[in-house]
């Protein structure tokens, strides 16, 4: 079956750096969606990133556009969220997950998830 692993959480001042990884097996992902959300304490799980494994085109949630940075790897099978100047409300559980519908920005369009990464923002 489609399996999904994040690495590369942490802990980082307000105004750092972190890049997250994604690595993605069991499946043929030519026509999948890959997207990154995230989930704060007590908040909704909501849209950062996504990228076609075809084409590459990419999208991007308003908060985080001119900050984070999707990509991938296809040879890998590996998507990446680098996220620059990040900021305390950007504290969350990162989640990368797998679509094959159409509509990109809903989570309820993943049919593939992650288990999770911690990112921590410091003011």
């Known amino acids: 079956q489609v399996q999904l692993v994040e690495s590369g959480g942490g802990l980082v001042q307000a105004g750092g750096s972190l890049s997250l990884s994604c690595a993605a097996s069991?499946?043929?992902?030519?026509?999948?969606?890959m997207g990154w959300f995230r989930q704060a304490p007590g908040k909704e799980r909501e849209f950062v990133s996504a990228?076609?494994?075809?084409?590459?085109?990419?999208y991007y949630a308003d908060s985080v556009k001119g900050r984070f940075t999707i990509s991938r790897d296809n040879a890998k099978n590996t998507v990446y969220l680098q996220m620059n100047s990040l900021k305390p409300e950007d504290t969350a559980v990162y989640y990368c997950?797998?679509?094959?519908?159409?509509?990109?920005?809903?989570?309820?369009?993943?049919?593939?998830w992650g288990q999770g990464t911690q990112v921590t923002v410091s003011s």
């Open positions: 997950a797998a679509s094959t519908g159409p509509i990109l920005r809903s989570r309820y369009e993943y049919d593939y």
């Open positions: 069991g499946g043929t992902f030519s026509s999948f969606v």
């Open positions: 990228i076609r494994w075809t084409g590459g085109i990419t």
